[in-house]
Every structure is written in C-alpha cells, then in structure tokens.
C-alpha cells in the first residue's frame, strides 16, 4: 500500500488539503472557505477536510501517515496550540489536541507556522532543494520569514522567530507601528495599500495617478508602477528600499545561501527581485552578499502544503 500524508494549509479566508507522496506529488486536494467561521467551526471545518482526504486515500489503497498542518499565525510547539489574529476565537486554539481526538486512527498530528512550513517546502521541493541556509521572506497582508539554518527551522523561545513584520527599518517610531510593526505597515500588501491612499488624500499632491482613494489594490499598485504611474511608483520605490534593507539584515544575520521571496505579492512583484537585490547589496555584509542567491518562490501557494507535509515525512524519518 502506498503510504501518503495529509497536508493542511490554513489561511485567513480558505483551508487548503491534500495528499502528498513521499516525492512530493501532489496525489489528490481540495479547499474549502472559512467564510463567517470562527473558533470551533474552524476547526471542525479542518477535520472535515481531513475526512474527505482520507476517504480518498482509501479509495485509492493509499495508507495515511501522519497529518501535517501549516497556520496563519503562532503555533506552539510545546501545547499544540494556535495563535491566528485573522480567526476569530483563536487566540489559543487547541489545534493538535482537536485534531488528535477526533481522528479515529493514532497517527501524528504535526502543527508548525506559514512561515516555517513555507520554507521546509521551498527547500524540499522548490527553488531551494536542498539548502540548508535558507530564507522565506513572505509577503502578503503580513511579513514573515521562514528560516532554515544549518538545516534547522528557528522557532525561538515561544515560536515566534521570524516576525520580521516587526522589523524596524525606519529611524524614527510612529504610534501607527503599534499594530503592525514598522516594516509590516509599510511594506506588506496592505502596506502598499495604506502607502498609497496617504499619498491620494494629502490635498498637496498634484500629480496625476490612475489610482483611486480607497479603491486600489496591491496588485492595482503593481500594474500602476509598471505602466509609471507617479504615485504607484513612489510606493513601490519605498518598498524595494524596505524589502532590499530586510534582506539585507537578514543576509547578515544568518548568511543563507538563497532568501525566497513568496507570498500574495510576490507573483505579480516578482519582477522586482533584481531591484531588490539592488538595494540589499548596499546595506549587506558583502562576502555573504555576494554568495546568496535571490529569488521567487516557483511552488506558489504550494509551499506551505509541501512544507506541512515535510513535517511528517521528516518525523517518519527521524523514528525509523
């Protein structure tokens, strides 16, 4: 009988599952939408999924090895608990422990973070196979790293490491990082957003731009700076000097051999890697500059569901 791994990839609006081989072969996946869910529905919306996906691995004489799970937030290593701002009533859900009771076979339960679980799917099966230094830098409503070193997830002491949202890239503080944090609230996709309507609403601002107060997205952004809207482009410049001095930090720091920029915005902003680069080489240790590679994710919104399956492979490894 084959074996197979259930994946789970928990988001702020949708749940994503699939069963994953031992190759990394995507075998059978489904997604359902959180909708107005909150608290316990969440989670029973997750047993469903995993159900389904174990009805099918059945049909198809495929023998379930463990379920791994990636979440939008802080999962404790320790309690199996999670922490996911964007869900309401999840301020410490007992994920693993839901999970583990409810499912009639005693196989594992392994829960880790988006980021984490991104960055064991960019290496295992992505643009960074392989690596034992590696960066994940995502970059979505949020900003978070996923961080590999010497072939070791960093977790930290309550599994926060790599809340780079909280990164502090400007000289001075502003009341308005309380909730974000500084690199968060300027250069995620919702600080694009934020960016530009500040630029729109000053009455002083007399150039012409194709976007609209409050009725602009990331991506409207994106497209704006690529046809040389002013207004685009002064959001997007800043940007790249924010994700280049980030990288450049992070470069610094833990000296990886690739840093993997993924995420909502890096599709449509993936073009902008070179300038990014750019902008990094100025503020980064050089040796370790010159050696790192930077690039786009090639697993998409892949990565997490490859890195949550990684996780139960990895245990199965470790115990045989």
């Excluded at 949202?165 to 400007?170: K, N, P, R, T, V």
């Excluded at 001095?245 to 690739?258: D, H, M, R, T, Y």
Aim: with cysteine.
């Amino acid at each position: 009988m084959q074996q197979t791994v259930i994946a789970i990839d928990l988001g702020g609006t949708k749940c994503a599952g699939a069963l994953v081989d031992g190759q990394g072969k995507i075998l059978e996946s489904d997604k359902k939408f959180l909708g107005s869910l909150a608290g316990e529905e969440v989670g029973s919306l997750i047993i469903d999924l995993c159900f389904e996906l174990e009805e099918k691995a059945r049909k198809n004489s495929l023998q379930i090895k463990g379920i791994g799970i990636s979440v939008p937030g802080i999962s404790s290593q320790k309690t199996g608990k999670v922490w996911a701002p964007n869900i309401e009533g999840w301020s410490a859900f007992p994920l693993k422990k839901t999970i583990e009771t409810t499912f009639p076979e005693k196989i594992p339960v392994l829960i880790d973070n988006d980021r984490a679980c991104c960055i064991l799917g960019e290496t295992w099966m992505g643009i960074a196979k392989g690596s034992k230094n590696a960066i994940f830098l995502t970059v979505g409503t949020g900003i978070g790293a996923g961080i590999l070193a010497d072939g070791t997830i960093l977790r930290g002491a309550d599994d926060i490491a790599g809340a780079i949202g909280w990164m502090a890239l400007e000289s001075d503080y502003l009341t308005k990082y309380k909730d974000f944090g500084c690199f968060e609230y300027h250069a995620s996709g919702d600080g694009l957003v934020r960016e530009a309507n500040d630029l729109l609403s000053m009455e002083q601002n007399k150039k012409p731009s194709k976007l609209k107060y409050n009725d602009s997205t990331a991506r409207d952004i994106l497209e704006a700076y690529a046809n040389n809207d002013p207004i685009a482009q002064k959001v997007i410049r800043k940007a790249i000097r924010l994700w280049g001095k980030a990288s450049a930090n992070l470069i610094s720091l833990f000296n990886p051999e690739i840093i993997v920029f993924g995420g909502g915005i890096f599709g449509p902003a993936q073009f902008l890697v070179g300038s990014i680069r750019e902008e990094a080489a100025r503020w980064a240790q050089p040796v370790s500059m010159k050696k790192v590679k930077m690039a786009s994710s090639i697993l998409g919104d892949k990565a997490p569901l490859m890195g949550a399956a990684k996780l139960i492979l990895d245990l199965n490894a470790s115990i045989q």
